[in-house]
């Protein structure tokens, strides 16, 4: 029997009745609560498969009239993080719930709607040393395959950019500097010199030269690149963190540290929808780092994808204590969310700048979320944004305090980078003396691409006439 056919019951008090069809809606199945009976017994089915799925998570049913007079009302299913259902599994529970009585067992031996976790990633290995180490990395994830059961998927990796000892081709045109700066994808090239061809919706990986950085991608059915950067990587991994200590019922604090670099929208999100206390240092994980280690759980990650996660050592005593004391009053369901929180300080290195580790992190979130990165990228939108860079005579010039947010030197710079944000729906702007190399780097963003980039110009145009530039007006990152 399959697993569907183990909640048939052909009992006339689940009779389907018969006025015509219904559609899982905005909120769920509405109708007279008098015509819900059939549809309560099928949701429920529907709920525990939706649990199978998401791996054994609880899945909520919500039975609601909402604001509507006593005889209406509603059943709505609710994934484990509080989200909604998704499209396909709508569609699937429209399905059910409008197949007459005498199909419905055909109808259970059909396949529910497949996992939305494909287990399989393409990474970009920037002609660095990060391939060497993925290599190994892949040889132990096949073995690991052929020693489990066969409807274990274990991670595939595909490389590509993995020319580590060829000259000239380090970072050149590839890797997680370039993807994200440029927001576009890499050259593709394989160990023969031959291209490869995106595949639409597929989940791709860069990692910088040296492998402390990481950043995701993917292009869309209309050949769209959507990027998931360093922010994107941070919300996953609180969200998900917050998710979990939720439902172990312990107080502890998830803190997010960023830069000014981070899109605002990531921001809002973790401060409005994450209910997460955010703070801001200058650019550099040294700084993210060190603030981080305030926080029971600090996520840092910076946009450009270099970051990674602390357990305080106090917290960790705490959890570790607690999970082995038999008498922590702990439900199983807790005891099994307290042991994924210690199994992501496990996966995580918590010394900073392991690109593979991060990638092994992010691939565990989507996993156990069973999302794919699309819905990843649903979570918020980003503000456009651009980054530019102008050479000065002499950068130290440029001073500026307040995590890089205010320009103190020269002066009237700041005043008027104010005056020109002020022009932009959504606009905020900044520049920093680079760390790295002899530039000034300038970052906008505002509500549109046109925006930012007349933005970013903008501050350029200014920092150009103010801070003594030499060479061209600005150039463009690489
Ligand atoms: C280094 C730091 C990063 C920082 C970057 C800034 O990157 O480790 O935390 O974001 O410098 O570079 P710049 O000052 O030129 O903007 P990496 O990858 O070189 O270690």
Not at 186 to 197: A, V
């Given at each position: 029997?399959?697993?569907?056919?183990?909640?048939?019951?052909?009992?006339?008090?689940?009779?389907?009745?018969?006025?015509?069809?219904?559609?899982?809606?905005?909120?769920?199945?509405?109708?007279?609560?008098?015509?819900?009976?059939?549809?309560?017994?099928?949701?429920?089915?529907?709920?525990?498969?939706?649990?199978?799925?998401?791996?054994?998570?609880?899945?909520?049913?919500?039975?609601t009239?909402?604001?509507?007079?006593?005889?209406?009302?509603?059943?709505?299913?609710?994934?484990?993080?509080?989200?909604?259902?998704?499209?396909?599994?709508?569609?699937?529970?429209?399905?059910?719930?409008?197949?007459?009585?005498?199909?419905?067992?055909?109808?259970?031996?059909?396949?529910?709607?497949?996992?939305?976790?494909?287990?399989?990633?393409?990474?970009?290995?920037?002609?660095?040393?990060?391939?060497?180490?993925?290599?190994?990395?892949?040889?132990?994830?096949?073995?690991?395959?052929?020693?489990?059961?066969?409807?274990?998927?274990?991670?595939?990796?595909?490389?590509?950019?993995?020319?580590?000892?060829?000259?000239?081709?380090?970072?050149?045109?590839?890797?997680?500097?370039?993807?994200?700066?440029?927001q576009?994808i890499?050259?593709?090239?394989?160990?023969?010199?031959?291209?490869?061809?995106v595949?639409?919706?597929?989940?791709?990986?860069?990692?910088?030269?040296?492998?402390d950085?990481?950043?995701?991608?993917?292009?869309?059915?209309?050949?769209?690149?959507?990027?998931?950067?360093g922010?994107?990587?941070?919300?996953?991994?609180?969200?998900?963190?917050?998710?979990?200590?939720?439902k172990?019922?312990?107080?502890?604090?998830?803190?997010?540290?960023?830069?000014?670099?981070?899109?605002?929208?990531?921001?809002?999100?973790?401060?409005?929808?994450?209910?997460?206390?955010v703070?801001?240092?200058?650019?550099?994980?040294?700084h993210?780092?060190?603030k981080?280690?305030?926080?029971?759980?600090?996520?840092y990650?910076?946009?450009n994808?270099?970051?990674?996660?602390?357990?305080?050592?106090?917290?960790?005593?705490?959890l570790?204590?607690?999970?082995?004391?038999?008498?922590?009053?702990?439900?199983?369901?807790?005891?099994?969310?307290?042991?994924?929180?210690l199994?992501?300080?496990?996966?995580?290195n918590?010394?900073?700048?392991?690109?593979?580790?991060?990638l092994?992190?992010?691939?565990?979130?989507?996993?156990?979320?069973?999302?794919?990165?699309?819905?990843?990228?649903?979570?918020?939108?980003?503000?456009?944004?651009?980054?530019?860079?102008?050479?000065?005579?002499?950068?130290?010039?440029?001073?500026?305090?307040?995590?890089?947010?205010?320009?103190?030197?020269?002066?009237?710079?700041?005043?008027?980078?104010?005056?020109?944000?002020?022009?932009?729906?959504?606009?905020?702007a900044?520049?920093?003396?680079?760390?790295?190399?002899?530039?000034?780097?300038?970052?906008?963003?505002?509500?549109?691409?046109?925006?930012?980039?007349?933005?970013?110009?903008?501050v350029?145009?200014?920092?150009?006439?103010?801070?003594?530039?030499?060479?061209?007006?600005?150039?463009?990152?690489l």
């Open positions: 029997m399959n697993f569907p056919m183990a909640f048939y019951d052909k009992s006339p008090k689940y009779s389907k009745n018969q006025l015509g069809s219904l559609h899982y809606g905005t909120a769920g199945f509405r109708t007279r609560a008098e015509n819900l009976g059939h549809v309560a017994y099928r949701v429920g089915i529907i709920a525990a498969l939706r649990s199978r799925v998401r791996n054994g998570q609880a899945i909520g049913v919500m039975i009239a909402s604001h509507n007079p006593e005889d209406d009302n509603g059943i709505k299913i609710v994934d484990p993080m509080g989200e909604m259902l998704e499209g396909a599994w709508e569609t699937y529970a429209t399905d059910m719930v409008n197949t007459p009585d005498a199909s419905l067992e055909q109808f259970l031996q059909r396949d529910e709607p497949k996992k939305l976790y494909t287990p399989e990633i393409s990474v970009d290995c920037a002609n660095g040393v990060g391939a060497l180490v993925l290599k190994k990395m892949i040889h132990f994830l096949q073995e690991l395959q052929s020693s489990s059961s066969p409807n274990k998927k274990s991670l595939k990796i595909n490389l590509f950019n993995d020319l580590v000892f060829v000259k000239d081709v380090l970072n050149n045109e590839c890797g997680a500097d370039f993807v994200k700066v440029q576009k890499p050259i593709m090239k394989k160990k023969d010199g031959s291209s490869l061809h595949i639409p919706n597929a989940r791709y990986a860069s990692v910088d030269g040296d492998a950085r990481i950043i995701y991608y993917y292009v869309d059915d209309s050949g769209i690149f959507h990027l998931l950067d922010d994107r990587i941070a919300i996953l991994v609180a969200g998900y963190l917050k998710e979990l200590i939720k172990t019922g312990i107080n502890i604090q998830v803190g997010l540290v960023q830069t000014a670099y981070a899109n605002g929208s990531s921001t809002k999100y973790a401060i409005e929808k994450l209910n997460i206390p703070a801001w240092t200058l650019t550099g994980v040294k993210l780092h060190h981080a280690k305030e926080f029971d759980i600090g996520v990650f910076e946009a994808g270099h970051g990674t996660v602390l357990f305080n050592s106090r917290t960790v005593e705490h570790t204590k607690l999970l082995v004391d038999e008498r922590n009053g702990l439900s199983e369901d807790q005891k099994a969310n307290l042991k994924k929180l199994v992501v300080r496990d996966v995580i918590e010394t900073v700048g392991d690109a593979i580790a991060d092994l992190l992010v691939e565990a979130i989507l996993y156990d979320s069973d999302w794919n990165i699309q819905q990843w990228l649903n979570l918020y939108d980003d503000l456009p944004n651009r980054q530019l860079k102008v050479s000065l005579q002499d950068c130290s010039v440029v001073k500026t305090e307040g995590a890089d947010v205010k320009c103190i030197a020269p002066a009237g710079l700041q005043q008027k980078i104010n005056s020109l944000v002020k022009n932009y729906p959504s606009g905020r900044f520049i920093r003396p680079s760390g790295t190399e002899n530039f000034v780097r300038i970052y906008a963003e505002a509500d549109s691409q046109k925006n930012a980039d007349s933005l970013a110009a903008e350029a145009q200014a920092v150009h006439s103010l801070a003594g530039s030499v060479g061209d007006l600005y150039e463009h990152p």
